[in-house]
């Protein structure tokens, strides 16, 4: 079983959709979850942190539920722009940070 | 704008040559990392320097050599390296906190071995 999995997509949405990625991991013992967002050809960018009582940032809300292991990005009012692969990051403690294999969004006009 | 710098932003490199990759940061961060990302497939993690000392290797073959000079700046000297090489090498930093260790990424090195 992988670290770190994510549904690889590719998720085809109409803009103004409501889409959502889910994410497991399989070290218990993980401390850190994080979403990043990645452009073609572009670096990884920090897209939010995740918290056991749950974050949101304007259309973006991410969840962690520690009991099943399992983490969730929703994207509210879908725009072109968010048109990206979306990674599913763990720390395991330390400095040992695992990607997923990351879930690829098109939003289409 | 990324806040951590990384030069060449391209390179192509024959098998027999010996380059170096640099990174730069200048948010204080104590921990830096080299990831190789290959074609649609998430960053691997090669090694991490935490206050300059080397503390993760996963096992990266030797023809790559990571260097820490100073806080600041992290380098990864290629020697000897393999067309498998080319991929997209990516430095990172982070400051350790109690709420974990979100990573800022350079754009990356985009190498091509020949």
């Known amino acids: 079983r992988k670290e770190v999995e994510q549904d690889p997509g590719p998720f085809n949405v109409p803009e103004g959709a409501t889409v959502a990625f889910n994410c497991t991991y399989s070290n218990s013992a993980s401390q850190s979850f994080f979403w990043y967002r990645q452009d073609c050809r572009k670096e990884p960018k920090l897209l939010m942190s995740v918290y056991s009582s749950g974050n949101e940032d304007g259309r973006f809300t991410a969840q962690l539920n520690r009991a099943s292991q399992y983490i969730s990005l929703l994207i509210r009012d879908s725009k072109l722009s968010d048109s990206a692969t979306y990674l599913c990051v763990v720390n395991g403690g330390g400095f040992k940070t695992i990607f997923g294999a990351g879930t690829r969004l098109f939003v289409k006009a | 704008d990324t806040e951590v710098t990384q030069t060449p932003k391209h390179l192509v490199m024959g098998m027999t040559n010996k380059k170096s990759l640099k990174c730069e940061q200048h948010?204080?961060?104590?921990?830096m990392y080299w990831y190789k990302q290959k074609a649609k497939k998430p960053p691997e993690l090669m090694f991490v320097y935490s206050y300059e000392k080397l503390s993760i290797n996963e096992s990266v073959p030797s023809r790559f050599s990571p260097e820490c000079p100073n806080s600041s700046l992290l380098n990864l000297h290629l020697h000897a390296l393999q067309p498998e090489d080319s991929a997209l090498y990516l430095c990172a930093s982070s400051q350790e906190t109690g709420m974990g260790t979100e990573a800022f990424f350079g754009q990356g090195t985009r190498l091509t071995v020949v």
């Open positions: 948010m204080g961060h104590r921990a």
